[in-house]
């Protein structure tokens, strides 16, 4: 009768403990930099607290007042909510239609694609956003354009009715990033689909619908949920754009730019913390939302 095998023994991986120490570095800065004041604002959402003195607990009044009484609060929510619906659409609509026709061969492929995805590079830098300013003042290029053709507009900027959109338009120009990731999707997507669509009769708009935005539809869910996370997020272009004031009369107040005054001109700390997480919450559930919608309209290989 043979012995009893020993029973196995655990064995540690040899390079764990030098895994943990490359790993060190990001996990103290997460720790540090995220995690840490996270967690000190949202204590200090419960808080009257304006950087000079101690912290003053004062319970939801923060809440109470963010939703129930400060009314630039819902203004700027609106005008974020608008910029948000109108702004991410467009953008995504632009880029895949540039996708789609750098997707075909042809000459200077590789210069058009760095032309379209130049912008992007810039993001939202305050040069960009100043020159951006100037051409859409009053006597600007924009206006200068416009009044041979007999339309006066007396400044986009200047107009509260008009000067979301010169905002919208700064969103929508700087299109090149989800261009070069649908470009990537697209040539992903098998050549055999489309001969079978030929085949079949198939027109172009029902083959990009029967093919190419089913294949397509992974990488719009992916653009999508990134856009509409930077498009509630945005900030310098309102800054500079409306000289930090979110003029004129609040039509460009992002809600961004508003938790920035509360938090560094009015020095409520405690009222932008709040602010800060409630823009949280809303992106999340936003999020959420738009991936239990995805199991609708998004459709990944292997699918029945």
Request: neutral net charge.
């Amino acid at each position: 009768m043979s012995a009893a095998a020993p029973p196995l023994r655990r064995v540690k991986p040899r390079y764990q403990n030098a895994a943990w120490v490359f790993l060190s570095p990001w996990i103290m800065g997460a720790a540090l930099l995220t995690v840490g004041p996270m967690i000190a604002s949202l204590v200090l959402s419960f808080t009257d607290y304006d950087l000079f003195g101690a912290p003053n607990f004062i319970g939801f009044d923060n809440y109470t007042r963010m939703f129930v009484e400060d009314e630039r609060f819902w203004g700027s929510v609106r005008v974020t909510i608008n910029y948000v619906l109108v702004a991410v659409p467009l953008k995504l609509a632009l880029a895949l239609s540039v996708a789609l026709l750098l997707n075909r061969p042809r000459r200077a492929q590789g210069f058009y694609r760095s032309a379209f995805y130049a912008p992007s590079l810039l993001g939202g830098s305050v040069a960009v956003a100043l020159v951006w300013r100037t051409l859409f003042t009053r006597d600007g290029t924009v206006d200068n354009t416009l009044s041979l053709f007999g339309v006066d507009l007396g400044g986009w900027i200047s107009n509260p009715s008009m000067a979301l959109y010169v905002l919208v338009t700064l969103a929508i120009w700087q299109f090149g990033a989800p261009m070069v990731i649908f470009l990537a999707g697209l040539k992903q997507v098998p050549g055999e689909l489309y001969d079978a669509a030929s085949v079949d009769g198939a027109g172009r708009w029902r083959t990009f619908w029967s093919v190419t935005w089913p294949m397509l539809s992974p990488v719009v869910f992916f653009n999508l949920v990134l856009e509409m996370i930077g498009a509630f997020q945005a900030f310098t272009s309102a800054y500079v754009v409306s000289g930090g004031r979110g003029g004129p009369i609040d039509s460009t107040l992002f809600y961004t730019l508003y938790l920035y005054d509360r938090a560094f001109t009015a020095f409520e700390m405690g009222y932008a913390s709040a602010m800060a997480w409630f823009l949280l919450v809303v992106i999340g559930v936003v999020t959420l939302l738009i991936f239990r919608s995805s199991q609708s309209w998004v459709h990944y290989a292997g699918d029945e």
